[in-house]
């Protein structure tokens, strides 16, 4: 298992320091808190390391070996076991929505990609839900995902996010970011971070299309749909059709996303825009789904996971991406193929011309460099 002892969240920083600024009182204090639980468990599960990889990410060579805890509010994880592989449904909806929501995922990424969990080898799949109050995220930890419960537990008419299990991608999101550990293991910083990022969102969608049978066409390419209670003005986190449309709220500020390399946001901040510049490969992938049409995971996805898994490395550049799926799809489907072409185009829409040398000491490089901060991971 590749060291990993970071935490790698849903909801992105920026989207809670707005409503650290803009928010009421108690949301104020819920998105204070949420980012003070964030670092405090990051920095926690840093001095651990995988003391927990043993007894919690062992494989189950086989099949689907889900188990649901409870962690009661509290920061202690696993928690309590409350649902199994194969145990009847719980009273507690967000258990059900945490072992089905991991189900599906097994079964895009068998079905479609023959992959074994995680791994690729049987990994179980452990969650815990109900994790600290007022949490406004779910993360990957290296080892198992962990659901808040949003604000579940604030009066009606201060409430911003459901709880976080209510959204199927986002449990997609956060699985795929295991995957990634396992295969490629992109850096979360810059630009490699940002592709981190967008293939968590990449297999997120598809795994939400797989569920429902949509088309790409059908689809409506949202992450975090139904994340959002009806007091935002917003259908989600990020969009990949429309990058940057997502939300525009007085409260959680409007979406930063760009969906071009000329709008590319040079930041030191979110570990170098790794949030908001994912937006550029998000709008890629999503215009070659609608280039080849059908259902997206049956080409597009091929051609995604293949480099995800076989070509790209933990360096990986924006650049790196569109030349290695352009690879991808020519091993897959033949030089001049159609897919080929899609990629092409889908990666020419952002700004990114296939075959161009790599600027992966671009501009973002340069101002980390006068911080001190260039070649720094998280």
């Not at 452990?126 to 290296?142: E, R």
């Not at 994340?227 to 003005?233: D, E, G, H, I």
């Not at 990114?352 to 000491?361: F, K």
């Amino acid at each position: 298992m590749h060291a990993h002892c970071s935490i790698l969240c849903i909801t992105p920083p920026h989207m809670l320091r707005e409503i650290a600024q803009n928010g009421t009182p108690v949301q104020q204090e819920v998105a204070r808190k949420t980012l003070m639980a964030s670092e405090s468990f990051r920095a926690k599960r840093s001095a651990m390391g995988g003391m927990l990889a043993a007894s919690l990410a062992a494989t189950i060579i086989g099949g689907k070996e889900r188990t649901i805890y409870d962690a009661k509010n509290g920061t202690s994880l696993p928690g309590v076991k409350i649902r199994g592989e194969g145990d009847p449904a719980s009273l507690d909806p967000a258990v059900n929505e945490a072992y089905d929501g991991s189900g599906i995922t097994y079964d895009l990424y068998m079905n479609a990609f023959g992959r074994n969990s995680i791994d690729n080898n049987g990994m179980k799949l452990n969650s815990t839900v109900h994790f600290q109050k007022g949490y406004d995220n779910a993360f990957w930890d290296g080892e198992q995902m962990v659901y808040g419960d949003g604000d579940e537990d604030l009066p009606v008419d201060q409430r911003l996010f459901n709880r976080f299990t209510k959204s199927l991608d986002v449990i997609a999101h956060e699985l795929t970011h295991g995957v990634t550990q396992y295969e490629a293991n992109l850096n979360y910083y810059g630009q490699p971070g940002a592709l981190n990022e967008s293939m968590s969102d990449v297999f997120g969608s598809l795994v939400k299309q797989y569920q429902h049978m949509q088309t790409a066409t059908e689809a409506d390419w949202i992450i975090g749909e139904g994340l959002f209670t009806s007091n935002v003005n917003g259908v989600g986190i990020r969009s990949m059709k429309a990058p940057g449309t997502a939300y525009d709220d007085p409260v959680l500020g409007k979406d930063p996303q760009p969906a071009h390399m000329s709008d590319y946001v040079t930041t030191i901040e979110d570990n170098g825009g790794v949030h908001i510049n994912s937006g550029i490969p998000n709008h890629a992938f999503y215009v070659v789904a609608r280039e080849l049409g059908s259902f997206a995971w049956e080409k597009a996805g091929v051609i995604w996971y293949k480099a995800l898994t076989d070509k790209l490395t933990k360096t990986s550049s924006f650049e790196d991406a569109a030349n290695l799926t352009f690879q991808a799809a020519t091993e897959l489907y033949g030089s001049g193929s159609l897919e080929e072409q899609a990629v092409r185009t889908g990666w020419a829409e952002v700004g990114i011309t296939i075959g161009a040398p790599s600027t992966n000491e671009g501009c973002l490089t340069s101002v980390l460099r006068v911080f001190g901060l260039a070649g720094s991971k998280r």
